[in-house]
């Protein structure tokens, strides 16, 4: 078998900050690495191969023509580790027989909250999992719950946990000014969201704000399916020309472009176990970039956010104590900052960097078994 590691992830590996992450972890070690994605950016990411599978199909068809597209390339590389970056590839990187596959489940794909309304759609996901998690040697989580979940599911895992925390190497220059490019004035408060846009994870909330906010504008970085559900939310409230959708960006600019932020929202709201678990990158992202931060009070996020401390939790979904507490942090320039630096301090113990050698020593154990 080749000696190489291939990542592969159905979507822009340039745009997740978890798949450029791995890929890092994978070429510091020494290792060749191979990477898999849907996406149309570069051709290459330090100087390492990115095989494009560019696909116009959506939904089922893209996921199905992109398994078999894989699956013949990990046929002609023959390679001794697969990582799976998603569920969505779980199929091809276990058609390999004699390779080490490890299954990222950066989230609890068969229970998003989106599925809570599609019932067959669930079932199919839940069928993949099933399937094929039992085919894997290792398995990747984001926090404490998500692995007894799964173990719960399945039983007898081999489970590694690894947060999502950012790099190092994301620190703020200065040279971007979000204001600048927005027209924005120093006076103007910034509310910030970036991720996915889809429910349940409080942009709706988000946007609502402005209208207790009058000096406050919502910029919300990112893309999804809910977008211009989103868009048309704002026009309807009258809150469109306060509301700014940034668009995507790629993970290793991100820091640099929400720099000008004033407070970092993650409103996620538990509509479902992995919503109730989550323990979302842009915690970590705003913590690196120094922002004071507004999030739910969930069981994963108070693992690593502590109120009044380094962040201002609130309750899920009520409302009043969220305008509290922003009217709390809002009132003293003080407390937003005290609550920024104790965050920017404790993110150097939340680094990728700090959590590297988990997946190093996971590899090179198996490098060890081969030979």
Not at 76 to 93: F, H, T, W
Not at 164 to 177: A, D, H, L, Q
Not at 206 to 221: E, G, P, S, Y
Request: with cysteine.
């Amino acid at each position: 078998m080749n000696k190489s590691v291939v990542l592969i992830f159905l979507g822009d590996f340039f745009f997740d900050a978890r798949c450029i992450n791995m890929a890092d972890t994978i070429i510091d070690s020494g290792l060749e690495l191979i990477i898999i994605d849907s996406g149309k950016s570069d051709n290459n990411y330090r100087e390492k191969s990115i095989h494009h599978i560019l696909l116009p199909e959506r939904g089922l068809i893209k996921y199905l023509k992109f398994n078999m597209k894989v699956k013949d390339i990990l046929s002609k590389l023959q390679p001794e580790i697969i990582i799976a970056g998603d569920l969505y590839s779980l199929p091809a990187a276990t058609s390999i027989k004699r390779a080490h596959v490890v299954y990222d489940s950066r989230e609890l794909y068969t229970q998003l909250g989106g599925l809570n309304s599609k019932p067959l759609r669930q079932h199919f996901w839940s069928w993949i999992e099933k399937k094929y998690i039992t085919k894997v040697q290792s398995v990747i989580v984001t926090a404490p719950g998500d692995g007894t979940i799964l173990n719960n599911i399945y039983n007898n895992l081999n489970l590694v946990i690894i947060y999502n925390f950012p790099s190092r190497k994301m620190i703020p220059t200065g040279k971007y000014s979000l204001r600048k490019k927005l027209k924005l004035s120093k006076e103007k408060t910034i509310f910030l969201y970036q991720g996915v846009l889809h429910e349940g994870r409080g942009i709706k909330q988000m946007i609502k704000l402005l209208i207790h906010f009058k000096n406050a504008i919502a910029v919300i970085i990112g893309e999804g399916t809910f977008k211009n559900k989103f868009k048309n939310y704002a026009q309807s409230l009258g809150l469109g020309k306060r509301t700014h959708f940034y668009g995507a960006v790629p993970y290793l600019d991100l820091l640099e472009v929400s720099a000008d932020a004033n407070i970092g929202f993650s409103l996620i709201k538990p509509i479902s176990k992995s919503y109730e678990q989550a323990l979302p990158n842009k915690l970590f992202e705003y913590m690196a970039s120094a922002k004071p931060i507004i999030a739910s009070n969930l069981p994963s996020i108070k693992e690593v956010l502590m109120n009044n401390k380094n962040c201002i939790l609130f309750e899920p979904d009520n409302v009043d104590d969220l305008v509290d507490k922003i009217q709390f942090l809002s009132s003293s320039k003080e407390l937003m900052y005290k609550i920024a630096e104790n965050a920017k301090k404790d993110a150097q113990n939340y680094t990728w960097d700090k959590r590297v050698e988990k997946i190093y020593n996971h590899v090179q154990n198996f490098i060890k078994m081969q030979s």
